[in-house]
């Protein structure tokens, strides 16, 4: 069941195709395509947004920066909630 209300079409279309493309997207355009995606579709795209988000917060350019790990391990504990 899609919830479109108030959903930028635009936003999910390019999600999608980015998504879908040849190459895989780097993990930080996977979370921003499943933010999107998950607002329109969340029993498709909520736990692939939390298991981007965890991997996310394991990048290796966070990987001193305590802070940003625990908000995007934090953010995918409340996506996992949802």
Known sequence: MEHTDGVDQDAVLRARTMLLGSGRPRLGQQVDAYRVLSAVSPLTYLPKLTEALLSYGYAPE????????????????ATARR
């Open 62 to 77: 966070v990987r001193d920066r305590p802070d940003v790990r625990l908000a995007r391990h934090a953010e995918a504990v």
